[in-house]
């Protein structure tokens, strides 16, 4: 994946920095810290321009955050309550523990969102509940575009300065990921396990008959 990443950026410049980062931000697995540290250093050498790439990769960050939040939107908070009180313990979450976190989040999203997208993996799937939260769209765009300006900003300095050594960003910052996957699969398996049915959950089956 890495020789794919090198010859996009090389070959197709700021339309494939943007493509990259477009995809990454929708599929998890294609790594920002590769992407743009290594623009970063294709600025360094004069090939890119350091504006640019940060301007780049920002819009197509954010663009990539879009499809989650829509679908998220669309899907609907009704429909993932139902589904919550009749297959909650997959979803780890109960009806009514599904409206708290839907408060919580309307109350604070901006700001979630915004630090959501510094943390890797939370990156994508804080797009979905912000759309589940019908949070206002100007407002999801200014802390997504917040957000990944501070970190594609972080990276792209660090290719810079690092020059050809750039990989190096990636060495470093993918052991945290793999610690904040591995924390997050954590997470979901203790609440697979303590998850309960919201006290309501009965009423509403019967409402529905």
Do not use: A
């Given at each position: 994946m890495a020789n794919?990443?090198?010859?996009?950026?090389?070959?197709?410049?700021?339309?494939?920095?943007?493509?990259?980062m477009l995809l990454e931000s929708i599929f998890p697995p294609i790594p920002s810290e590769l992407i743009i540290p290594f623009a970063g250093f294709a600025a360094a050498r004069g090939d890119l321009n350091l504006f640019g790439v940060v301007l780049a990769a920002c819009a197509g960050a954010v663009a990539g955050m879009l499809?989650?939040?829509f679908a998220g939107r669309i899907f609907g908070l009704d429909r993932v309550r139902r589904i919550a009180d009749r297959h909650g313990?997959?979803?780890?979450l109960n009806a009514e523990e599904l409206d708290r976190a839907t408060a919580w989040f309307t109350r604070y999203g901006p700001v979630?969102?915004?630090f959501g997208r510094l943390i890797p993996v939370i990156r994508t799937l804080i797009s979905v509940p912000a759309g589940l939260a019908r949070m206002p769209l100007p407002a999801f765009l200014l802390a997504s575009a917040i957000g990944a300006l501070?970190?594609?900003?972080?990276l792209t300095l660090a290719g810079y300065l690092l020059a050809e050594h750039y990989d190096l960003v990636e060495h470093v910052l993918?052991?945290?990921t793999m610690i904040v996957l591995g924390l997050v699969v954590l997470a979901y398996l203790y609440r697979l396990v303590t998850w309960r049915p919201s006290d309501t959950a009965p009423e509403r089956d019967q409402g529905s008959r």
């Open positions: 794919w990443i090198i010859e996009t950026i090389s070959q197709t410049g700021y339309l494939g920095l943007f493509l990259l499809p989650w939040y313990r997959w979803l780890t979630i969102v915004l501070v970190w594609n900003v972080l993918d052991p945290g």
